[in-house]
């Protein structure tokens, strides 16, 4: 099982970046993707999800209303579009793949999810 982020980068204060996940060895299909992120000195957060299906999607506050997540089942591929980038969205951004079946309650917390990536950095300069 393999989940490789790419696509990080250094970008100034309200350009865009769009971040992949690939995966292999495992049933792409059946998983949901979420995306999460870890600050220097901050706890991992969830950021988004998006249903095995690719039917539902889900975005946390911070982020909502100015990403967008999607699935090409076919490359095996999840891509988290960030537009309007701050500062304060700089951190390692990990996808993770889970077989549960997500809720809204659910998709944000990390212990629901079974494979995960290495990151990859996303730097905002101000």
């Known amino acids: 099982v393999q989940l490789v982020e790419s696509g990080g980068g250094l970008v100034q204060a309200g350009g865009s970046l769009r971040v992949s996940c690939a995966a292999s060895?495992?049933?792409?299909?059946?998983?949901?993707i979420g995306w999460f992120r870890q600050a220097p000195g901050k706890e991992r957060e969830g950021v988004s999800c998006?249903?095995?299906?690719?039917?539902?999607?889900y975005y946390t506050d911070p982020v909502k209303g100015r990403s967008t997540i999607s699935k090409d089942n076919a490359r095996n591929t999840v891509y988290l579009q960030m537009n309007s980038l701050r500062p304060e969205d700089t951190a390692v951004y990990y996808c993770?793949?889970?077989?549960?079946?997500?809720?809204?309650?659910?998709?944000?917390?990390?212990?629901?999810?079974?494979?995960w990536g290495q990151g990859t950095q996303v730097t905002v300069s101000s």
């Open positions: 993770a793949a889970s077989e549960r079946l997500l809720w809204s309650s659910s998709y944000y917390k990390a212990e629901n999810y079974d494979y």
């Open positions: 998006i249903s095995n299906s690719g039917d539902n999607t």
């Open positions: 060895g495992f049933s792409f299909d059946d998983y949901a």
